[in-house]
C-alpha cells in the first residue's frame, strides 16, 4: 500500500524537486485527502482507495491486519510501562517478605502470600519484558520507516489516521457506487416504462387503423378529366381572343352537339346551356 502511495505521489510531482523520490515521512500520510480533485468531490485518497481496489484488490488484507491499531494508539506506553515496573517492584516486596520468615505463629501471611506469589511472579515477569520489547519494536520501526526517536502510540497514530481516512474513502465510494447503481437502475426502469407505452400506443394504432373503414383510392379518372377541362377552358380563351361572336357562339353549338352525342354513349361530357344573342 506504501508503494502505491509513493509512486503515485512521484506521479503527481513528476519532474519537480519533489519528484522521484525514495521515500516519505509517515506524517505525509494524513495529508492526502488535502489534495482535492477539480470537482470538489474527491481527493488523493479516494484516487488510491479506488486503485488498490481495481488493480490491487489482495493489498486491501491489510485493513484486518492492522484493525485494533487504532485502538493501540490511545494507549500512554509511558504510563503503562512505569505500572509494569511498579507490579514488579511490589511483587518483589512481597517475595522478599515471604522470604524473611520471621513471623507470629498465628500469622497467616506466608500461607496467603506465598501462592499468590507464586501465582503472579511469572506474569508480571511476563509484562515487563513485554514493555521493554515494545520499545526496542518501535525503534526497529522508526529507523526501518526514517523517522526520528519517539514514543510507540506517536508511531501508531499516523498509521492510525492513514488507516481512518482510507477506510471513511472506502465508505464513500462504495455509497458513490451504490447511488450509481440505483440510478441506472432507475434510469433502466423508466426505459423500460416507456418502451412499453410506446408499444402499447402502436398496438393500439394497429387496432384502430383495423377497425377504421377502408378510404377509397383516388380514382386516376378525376384526374384526367381534370387536365382534360382545363384544356377545353384554354382552348375557349383562346377562341375568344381570335373569333368573334358570332363565329365562336356557332362553334360552341358544335362541341355541345358533339358533346351530347358522347353522352348518350355513356361517357362522360358536359353540357352548356347557349343562347344566341340578340341583333
Known sequence: VLQIVLALGNYINGSTKKG???GFKLSSLGKLKMLRANDGKHNL??????TIRTRFPGALK???DLETLESASYNDTTFLAGEALKLESGVRRIGNEIEKKHFAANDKFVDVMASFHKSVVADVKKLVEESKKMKEVTLKLCKQYGEKKQ???ELLQKFAVFIRDFNEALRYIDKEEANLQD???RQRGLEEQKR???AKRKQKEKKTEEKAPLTRPRDASVDVRKKRNDKIVDMVVNDLTKLSARDMLRKLKKKRHHTLKKN???KPGFEMNLQQPKN
Open 20 to 22: 522521484a523520490a525514495w
Open 264 to 266: 348518350k354513349k355513356g
Open 183 to 185: 440510478k441506472q437502475r
Open 151 to 153: 514514543r510507540p502510540e
Open 45 to 50: 485518497m479516494h484516487f488510491i482507495v479506488t
Open 196 to 198: 412499453k407505452r410506446e
Open 62 to 64: 491489510f485493513l484486518e
